[in-house]
T-cell receptor, first 113, second 112 residues
Framework: KNEVEQSPQNLTAQEGEFITINCSYS?????LHWLQQHPGGGIVSLFM???GKKKHGRLIATINIQEKHSSLHITASHPRDSAVYIC???????????????FGKGTKLSVKP | DGGITQSPKYLFRKEGQNVTLSCEQN?????MYWYRQDPGQGLRLIYY???????QKGDIAEGYSVSREKKESFPLTVTSAQKNPTAFYLC???????????FGPGTRLLVL
């Protein structure tokens, strides 16, 4: 079983829809990251959070530490949001806090106009 | 502009050849990382470095080597011992080991 699981694997939405991508993890963590990878391959860090909720524009990330679960929400989705969204965790007490990340396999989002 | 650059964007390797992927950052970050991405899999850590002149193996270091002679540079060499090198390679850096990582644009390595 992977230590970081994302769902769904693939998601197709119509422009304007509210989108939710889920991430569950099985290890103790010091932080959770949401990343965005565009078709060209470059990765952008969207959020780094260890508790509660963060908002940036139309993106909202939440985390429930007790349930080991995080969600990424996109409001009023747009075709330019089409990308792969990756959840990653920084394991707690990872042998000296090297900062190593454990990555999920990603959720491929396609927003149709 | 601060950021991470990787070159080349595409790289072709012949059988038995060593190739080196470049990663440079001008963010003044101490920590740097190399990841490999294969279709349908999460990113996997090859090597990381928390400080100049020091680096550690990640989960899939076999067939790869790195150096960290300068703070801003962390080149990755894919040796002939890496039998399945075709993949997308991403370099990242962070201010501290446990802080948010900034990623480069990636290098796609193909075997001829």
């Amino acid at each position: 079983k992977n230590e970081v699981e994302q769902s769904p694997q693939n998601l197709t939405a119509q422009e304007g829809e509210f989108i939710t991508i889920n991430c569950s993890y099985s290890v103790g963590i010091s932080a959770l990251h949401w990343l965005q990878q565009h078709p060209g391959g470059g990765i952008v860090s969207l959020f780094m959070l260890s508790s509660g909720k963060k908002k940036h524009g139309r993106l909202i990330a939440t985390i429930n530490i007790q349930e080991k679960h995080s969600s990424l929400h996109i409001t009023a989705s747009h075709p330019r949001d089409s990308a792969v969204y990756i959840c990653a965790v920084t394991p707690r007490g990872y042998g000296g806090s090297q900062g190593n990340l454990i990555f999920g396999k990603g959720t491929k989002l396609s927003v149709k106009p | 502009d601060g950021g991470i650059t990787q070159s080349p964007k595409y790289l072709f390797r012949k059988e038995g050849q060593n190739v080196t992927l470049s990663c440079e950052q001008n963010l003044n970050h101490d920590a740097m990382y190399w990841y490999r991405q294969d279709p349908g899999q999460g990113l996997r850590l090859i090597y990381y470095s928390q400080i100049v002149n020091d680096f550690q193996k990640g989960d899939i270091a076999e067939g790869y080597s790195v150096s960290r002679e300068k703070k801003e540079s962390f080149p990755l060499t894919v040796t002939s011992a890496q039998k399945n090198p075709t993949a997308f390679y991403l370099c990242a850096s962070s201010f501290l080991a446990a802080s948010a990582q900034y990623f480069g644009p990636g290098t796609r390595l193909l075997v001829l």
